[in-house]
């Protein structure tokens, strides 16, 4: 039979920012396939173009030329509100900073794609606290963000970014204001997600994050340089070996 047809599907992307009569050139025809079910890291040096590729990923901005097809759908030529409506349907986001509202319940928190999605409060609230249990916070549905640490806060933002049920989650230096321990923790989750079928790239800088991920791309100059097969980091192995004493 033949192979499937990709989740992701991009062909010669490029994108230029102008600056006065300065042109910067953010990707350089990027082609890139990632599958159904994939957990890819995409790495590189600050302007390198790792986080203009995923703004691509996730309909935040149109290319300057080129193709980039989710789930079969080619969203590379949609409108403004075309792409809000695939974002809130087939993408969920993970952010450094979570995002979240303050003192706003994890529930409300985790239902608020709905609302936008127009599910009626009950089915809203009943698919939280669904995602909030999957993500190990079933006991934390009614905690404000601020009572939450940083690592039950990201794993609210994992909850949020999975309860539209997407296609895709991208999730942006996801770890980046976590120490290590919390990290670990945070990366034993999203592997967890993976094995369950859930489609993961995660832009980072950090190798040790990106070591959890099967497939590690690495961007530089707006071209990708390497893109190579790994054999991911167990983090919850990883996880279990840590002195409790480096816990948040």
Not at 118 to 146: C, F, K, N
Not at 188 to 215: K, P, S, Y
């Amino acid at each position: 039979m033949p192979a499937p047809d990709p989740l992701i599907r991009a062909v010669g992307l490029t994108k230029e920012y102008h600056m006065g009569s300065t042109v910067v050139h953010a990707l350089r025809g990027i082609s890139l396939d990632i599958a159904a079910g994939e957990f890819v890291a995409v790495m590189g040096p600050s302007g390198s173009g790792k986080s203009t590729f995923m703004n691509m990923l996730g309909c935040l901005d149109h290319p300057s030329s080129g193709q980039y097809w989710l789930g079969g759908e080619e969203v590379s030529r949609l409108s403004a509100d075309q792409l809000a409506t695939v974002r809130n349907r087939k993408i969920g986001f993970v952010f450094q900073h979570f995002n979240l509202l303050a003192r706003t319940s994890a529930q409300d928190n985790v239902a608020l794609p709905l609302l936008y999605a127009g599910i009626a409060p009950a089915e809203r609230l009943r698919r939280a606290a669904q995602r909030l249990r999957q993500v190990g916070l079933g006991e934390r549905l009614d905690h404000q963000t601020t009572q939450l640490s940083g690592g039950q806060q990201q794993r609210v933002a994992i909850a949020r970014a999975l309860v539209n049920d997407p296609m895709l989650v991208l999730a942006d230096e996801p770890t980046g204001a976590l120490d290590s321990r919390t990290s670990v923790e945070i990366m034993a989750l999203l592997q967890a997600l993976n094995r369950e079928g859930i489609t993961i790239v995660l832009v980072t800088h950090e190798q040790d994050v990106a070591a959890a991920a099967a497939r590690i791309v690495t961007f530089r100059d707006g071209h990708v340089v390497e893109d190579r097969a790994n054999a991911p980091r167990d983090a919850a192995a990883a996880l279990a070996e840590m002195p409790a004493e480096l816990a948040e």
